[in-house]
């Protein structure tokens, strides 16, 4: 472990010197205990290098797969949650204005059935919108 | 651009370091693990044409921020849980434990008293870092346990290097005076077997 010593002092007056001896002391202790794991962490650890050594050689080689083995896709951008949620909360709101806008057609057509001079039966009539326009028919 | 097992021989020297600096900062051996490994697969995937020379600096920024991400996220579990912990009932406490979870791995050459001398003054260090500001314990871990010089270290954590000095100055400070006060002054430090 090498350090490169400063003997600037700051404006409290310490020595970063003696402090990076001290740092440097400290930090071998917490390094020497670093390599006292248990076998479990050290087999997930294992695990975890394996996997990412794995993802950059399919990268490297250009082929990319999912965690279940199977080849991504157009459906990658699945695999990014921020991508995906917001795609979903997207899709909501389309599919709510859709809904909403079909739903006012709705409740407008059924206003103006119930508003108009003529019974009902006559809109059902295939023939009466037609001589209407044609206006032949009189009211 | 690395090779598979340049990249290998990389994440081997670093992943102890890392993980027991990510249980430091997230008190959660489990998260951590989650962590370093979250970590080592962005830097697989996103950094795989980047040259082997780079991959501390780039692995240790990709580090503080998954940590930074998880702090986030508990941020806002904490939050949902505090609010809906009237409505649930309590958890129950007691876990399977799994022997290979206490097995550790070491040096067992070592006889019993110096094995529990070492182990009681490491608990004291861990305890006296994790009770380091955020900012302290980055500073620290990154100028004296990673290695950085203070313009790396002041790049990562994106401050000046006055900075950096300050932090490491103050965390050094803080955590000499607490050994200090459990008798472990840098004399006691030294005799444990750290080289200076």
């Known amino acids: 472990m090498t350090i490169n010593h400063e003997t600037i002092e700051d404006t409290e007056g310490v020595n970063f010197k003696d402090a990076d001896l001290q740092g440097k002391q400290i930090a071998g202790l917490l390094d020497a205990h670093a390599k006292r794991l248990s076998m479990r962490t050290l087999k997930q650890l294992e695990i975890g290098r394996a996997r990412a050594v794995k993802a950059h050689a399919q990268h490297i080689s250009g082929v990319s797969t999912n965690k279940d083995g199977t080849l991504s896709g157009i459906f990658a951008w699945a695999q990014h949650h921020r991508i995906a949620s917001t795609g979903l909360i997207l899709g909501a709101i389309i599919t709510g204005v859709v809904l909403v806008q079909a739903f006012g057609q709705q409740q407008a057509s059924d206003a103006y059935l119930l508003g108009a001079d003529l019974p009902p039966e006559a809109f059902v009539d295939r023939g009466f919108e037609p001589s209407l326009n044609d206006g032949k028919l009189e009211l | ?196």
């Not at chain 2, 600096?21 to 795989?48: C, G, N, P």
């Not at chain 2, 991959?55 to 998954?66: A, E, G, K, S, V």
């Not at chain 2, 508990?74 to 876990?95: D, H, I, M, P, Y």
């Not at chain 2, 932090?167 to 004399?187: D, P």
């Open chain 2, 1 to 196: 651009m690395a090779s598979s097992q340049e990249l290998s021989d990389f994440l081997h020297d670093v992943e102890r370091r890392a993980f027991k600096q990510t249980v430091y900062a997230v008190r959660d051996e489990h998260a951590s693990l989650d962590i370093v490994q979250d970590a080592m697969m962005k830097l697989a995937e996103k950094y795989a044409d980047k040259p082997v020379a780079e991959y501390p600096m780039l692995f240790q920024r990709i580090l503080q921020n998954t940590m930074r991400d998880y702090w986030r996220r508990q941020k806002v579990r904490n939050l949902w849980t505090t609010l809906l912990s009237s409505f649930g009932a309590g958890e129950n406490g007691e876990e399977d434990r799994d022997p290979l979870d206490t097995i550790d791995v070491g040096d067992e050459s070592e006889n019993p008293m110096g094995q529990l001398e070492r182990s009681q003054t490491m608990q004291m260090i861990e305890k006296a870092l994790e009770k380091l500001p955020a900012r302290q314990r980055e500073a620290f871990v990154l100028r004296y346990w990673e290695d950085m010089d203070v313009a790396e270290t002041a790049s990562l954590m994106g401050c000046s290097q006055g900075s950096v000095k300050t932090h490491c100055s103050r965390a050094v400070h803080t955590m000499a005076a607490l050994l200090e006060k459990q008798g472990l002054g840098s004399r006691a430090l030294a005799n444990l077997g750290v080289e200076s």
